[in-house]
Nanobody, 124 residues
């Protein structure tokens, strides 16, 4: 059974940084795509970034391009989301997700496993 556990959320001032982690277990992830999504109150869950676990290819939402960086540590089975220059509109619950394919998908329905989420709050 695949398990994804996020950590690293918290409260930060605008302009600050946070680094989220997603620990993955229960499978060999070399042929997976790993994604980060977020959901703000009253809004739909939206794509943030994705990474191909095998070759490291990445994809980003336009809203975070140049500010966020997704990466992975194969030895630790962990995916990261480094978030810089945070803005109040980045406030949301951030979710880690896994897709049983190496395509860098952006739709929530294309992902098969989800973590429980971690809250990120950016104050102005």
């Amino acid at each position: 059974q695949v398990q994804l556990v996020e950590s690293g959320g918290g409260l930060v001032q605008a302009g600050g940084s946070l680094k989220l982690s997603c620990g993955a277990s229960g499978h060999t992830f070399s042929s997976y795509c790993m994604g980060w999504f977020r959901q703000a109150p009253g809004k739909e869950r939206e794509f943030v970034a994705a990474i191909n676990w095998n070759d490291g290819r990445t994809r980003y939402a336009d809203s975070v391009m140049g500010r966020f960086t997704i990466s992975r540590d194969n030895a630790k089975n962990t995916v990261y989301l480094q978030m810089n220059s945070l803005m109040p509109e980045d406030t949301a619950v951030y979710y880690c997700a896994a897709r049983i394919s190496d395509d860098l998908a952006v739709l929530t329905r294309e992902y098969h496993y989800w973590g429980q989420g971690t809250q990120v709050t950016v104050s102005s």
